[in-house]
């Protein structure tokens, strides 16, 4: 299975998968995809049995390449020698694409990762004159030669993924014979016709007529083949011209190609050795982030459920095991792609080395190493085994970096890794006044099958930090700082890739550990970090006005990172190795330790000290002093004055990333309300698993948002500020072809107000964290002290009608709030959801009440212009609407 990081990122842990090989339980091939569900790989047809021609005659003026198999290869044929006892053998087969077409995560040279890489174990098995290559099922155990085991083989089915004719008798001595590789590989293994379907809405289908190989190789414990794929459109789906209403935008066809109907994709196949001997699993413990790999052992019945979960990590054992620091037997050697330029290599290279600190702990020295693939190399970074660092050029980005692992699934034995770098990312950083990007150009979701993010939204936050640099006069664009702080960037995401290479999950709390006067301190944060590990998503650490400035970014590991390291690598010896690794795993409730994985983040959002690019032991506080930092940001481009020949874009740009900070403090202080502290403790640890955010938290981070966003003076902007944030026209065609909306020139900056403040409305008028209030309260020590959902409906209408009460006129930035309210207030009642606690629904009715009552009193004072006047009467006419509507009762 693969682990993506992410930073990307099953049946690993959750967050970001791990790449373990898992074979299928389907019960054989299945038929051709549907637009939405992808499709086993279908086999190759196999070719009709007929008479096999001798051995000699088959492969005569071939040429031989030993290796674990014997590849015969003549003009475009290629044929595979199979030997007798090579039948049965578990092999490692992977897919790997090797060229893309640059958009859509199709992206040549993300060996691992891509939407087209399956990774098996496999086994040859011959079956008259027809030989098979099966994905074997080895997800599903028991212990060899017991009637558990004879259920097992029942109960599972392997899978099909190629199969060939055998095409001459055997060899007069080897007794081996012959398949032809075309007929095996040039067939649609990976899967990309169901993938090309549900991106494009095209049937592209697989042309073996037009498919061919490029290099293949033969090595004592690996085989590889390059194919390039050629994949065809008999007819072009044209969308409607005239859709009808509500039917979902036509999907673009493939933007990068020169023709539509044709396409080659590059697949890299390795059919390898696995270890002879497997190497001893180690337990997963929740409380430590690895990604895991898990098997169904039926050899017992003691569990409910016969799952074993071992954490993902490479073999690694002493030269000498008995002294304290010896070098490993085979180190982990991370091969940098010729393809990376050459200025980048050293903050690579050192980011990866500076894990060797970790293992240094434990007793390895040079447990990494880092090598540059040399010009004349007679092998390929996409091989097995072969970790590697990718360079990737594309068109339209969807991640900026990614790190992807290979696993041996019968021991989460990581046999290889991938960490590739879109070069976006690095021009990206570099935008200081050059192009106006998209707030966040290639967003991204971590789901249990997702990708990590880190790269991309690192790079959108060095920009708002390299901004508020440039505004206060400390960074020229031009300066050799910038260079300085690109390569501090490709360090701390080559630090964080190659922790997910090493197994690691997301960390998640690690940005608590530190406090303010801490982080504010230059010597502190140099010798620890900004937090307590890599492995987070972590802020530029940025001094509010009058403060001393720490370190900015993460260049070190920090103390989880050397902990965690210990219970995936620390030699133990079998007898000892339960006590001791129960021992390690009870640290976790040391502070400098603490962690959350996407889980705390993405699937519950219970947790407010779980978020991304958010630093110090109070989150609520650092949301603060970013908005504190926003507004200065826009202060000072409000004053400042272009030289001449200087671009317009740069306002624009400062005014927008902006914006983007502050949707991410508003993010922050919003998870407060209803929020639970969630810790992964066992019995014992003296800690309270699920803790409510203490009230006066939620109080304050409810008045933060109250003030800070739904105030009547929370965002103002200067008319002239507004007219010169213009945009560099280029922008508008740059933007589109990257795929992206094209900005207009007059910016919206009341729609983009409103977003960010439906960011705020979206949870804290959710079913969700009205459910969290009213639960809370149970989980209270003092009830009537909580924070009830009366104060928090209270409080937001106060806030964002408090014109009602001043008299005040209510500008355009007001009314598009005043208006999203009422409209919630009004859904509630006409549509309620099925999920809406009976409470909320109550409450949503006397607040409608209560409105109204505001809104014809500040009718009848008369003292508005014409559009507030109209505002009003129309809030007033829709909740008399609402109101009117007979109550939803629900059934129980």
């Known amino acids: 299975m693969s682990a993506l990081s992410g930073c990307a990122s099953a049946p690993a842990a959750p967050g970001e998968p791990s790449k373990a090989v898992v074979a299928s339980a389907a019960s054989g091939p299945a038929t051709p995809s549907s637009a939405t569900t992808p499709a086993a790989p279908q086999p190759a047809a196999a070719a009709q049995p007929g008479q096999p021609r001798p051995f000699s005659e088959v492969i005569k003026d071939a040429k031989e390449m030993p290796g674990l198999f014997r590849l015969w290869q003549k003009d475009d044929k290629v044929w595979i020698e199979i030997a007798p006892d090579q039948f049965g053998e578990l092999l490692f087969f992977q ?140 007819r072009v789906v ?62 017992a019945d003691l569990r409910r459920l016969p799952i074993v979960r071992y954490v993902n990590r ?191 999950t997301h960390n998640f709390r690690a940005s608590t550990v530190f406090t303010q ?47 965690a390291i210990e219970y995936g690598y620390k030699p133990i010896t079998p007898d000892h190795e339960s006590e001791e690794l129960a021992r390690i795993a009870s640290r976790s409730t040391e502070r400098t330790l603490a962690f959350a994985m996407d889980d705390a983040l993405f699937y519950s959002g219970l947790d407010p000290d779980s978020n991304t690019f958010d630093l110090g032991d109070d989150p609520l506080g650092f949301a603060q002093r970013r908005l504190l930092l926003v507004r200065e940001l826009w202060e000072r481009t409000e004053k400042r004055q272009l030289k001449d020949g200087e671009s317009y874009a740069v306002l624009r740009r400062n005014l927008t990333r902006g914006l983007a900070e502050a949707r991410q403090a508003v993010q922050h202080a919003t998870k407060y309300i209803g929020g639970l502290t969630l810790l992964r403790d066992h019995a014992g640890s003296g800690r309270i698993p699920m803790n409510p955010v203490p009230i006066a938290k939620q109080r304050a981070a409810l008045a933060m948002l109250a003030g800070e966003v739904f105030g009547a003076d929370s965002f103002s902007f200067p008319p002239e500020l507004l007219r010169r944030a213009s945009i560099s026209y280029f922008d508008i065609a740059n933007n589109r072809e990257l795929g992206n909306p094209a900005p207009t020139p007059d910016i919206a900056i009341d729609q983009q107000v409103l977003a960010l403040q439906r960011l705020a409305l979206d949870p804290l008028l959710s079913d969700t964290v009205a459910q969290r209030l009213l639960n809370n309260e149970s989980k209270t020590v003092e009830p009537r002290g909580a924070l009830r959902l009366s104060e928090l409906y209270g409080t937001l209408h106060r806030s964002i009608w408090s014109e009602l009460k001043s008299g005040k006129d209510i500008p355009l930035l007001r009314r598009n709030l005043q208006r999203e309210h009422a409209n919630r207030l009004a859904a509630a009642l006409l549509r309620p959801s099925g999920s809406m606690p009976a409470d909320a629904r109550a409450l949503f009715r006397v607040e409608a009440r209560t409105l109204r009552t505001e809104l014809v009193a500040a009718k009848a004072r008369g003292s508005y212009s014409p559009e507030a006047s109209a505002h009003i009467a129309e809030m007033t006419a829709m909740l008399d609407e609402a109101l009117k509507a007979p109550i939803v009762r629900q059934g129980v």
Request: glycine fraction near 6%.
């Open 314 to 504: 490479w073999r690694l054992e002493k030269k000498d095991p008995s002294a304290p620091l010896s070098e490993p037997r085979q180190p982990i050697v991370f091969w940098l792609e010729r393809t990376i330029p050459e200025p980048y290599r050293s903050p690579i290279r050192e980011g990866i080395l500076e894990w060797n600190k970790a293992f240094e702990r434990i007793g390895f020295k040079d447990a990494i190493r880092v090598e540059v693939e040399p010009d004349d190399a007679d092998w390929d970074v996409g091989d097995v085994r072969r970790a590697s660092v990718r360079w990737m050029t594309v068109a339209r980005s969807a991640f900026g970096a990614i790190g992807p692992t290979t696993v041996d699934p019968r021991t989460g034995e990581i046999l290889d890794a991938d960490i590739g770098f879109d070069a976006n990312s690095v021009r990206a950083v570099r935008a200081l006044r050059v192009e106006q990007l998209p707030a966040n150009p290639a967003p991204m979701t971590l789901t249990e099958r997702g990708y990590c993010s880190y790269d991309s939204e690192a790079a959108i936050e060095a920009g708002f930090a390299l901004d508020l640099l440039e505004a206060r006069g400390e960074l020229e664009p031009d300066s050799p700082d910038v260079e300085r702080f690109v390569y501090a960037y490709l360090k701390d995401v080559a630090m964080h890739e190659a922790g997910h290479t090493l197994g690691l």
């Open 517 to 563: 006067a801490q982080l504010s301190n230059p010597d502190f944060t140099r010798e620890n970090g900004i937090a307590g590990s890599v492995m987070e998503y972590n802020p530029w650490n940025l001094a509010v006005q009058g403060e001393r400035q720490g370190a900015y970014q993460m260049q070190t590991l920090g103390p989880y990172d050397y902990w």
């Open 238 to 299: 044209v969308p409607p011209s005239n859709p009808p209403p509500g039917a979902p935008p036509p999907t673009e066809p493939p933007s990068t190609l020169p023709d539509i109907r044709s396409m080659f994709l590059g697949f890299h196949y390795s059919l390898a050795k696995l270890p002879d001997e497997p190497m001893r699993p180690r337990a997963a413990d929740e409380r430590i982030g690895y990604f895991w790999t898990d098997r169904f052992d039926f050899s």
């Open 95 to 234: 897919a790997n694409l090797s060229q893309g077409i640059g958009e859509n995560r199709i992206f040549g040279g993300m060996m691992a990762g891509s939407p087209f890489a399956p990774e098996q174990v496999v086994a040859f098995r011959k079956i008259g004159n027809t030989v098979q290559l099966l994905a074997k099922n080895v997800k599903y155990s028991a212990r060899p030669g017991t009637p558990e085991a004879r259920a097992v083989a029942q109960g599972f089915s392997d899978s099909l993924l190629a199969s060939a004719a055998v095409v001459s008798q055997p060899h007069p001595d080897r007794k081996s014979v012959l398949i032809e590789a075309n007929a095996l590989l040039f067939a649609d293994i990976p899967g990309a016709t169901a993938v090309l379907e549900r991106t494009y809405r095209q049937s592209y289908s697989f042309d073996a007529r037009n498919t061919a190989f490029g290099k293949v190789r033969a090595a004592t414990d690996l085989v590889t083949f390059a194919v390039s794929a050629h994949y065809a459109l008999a």
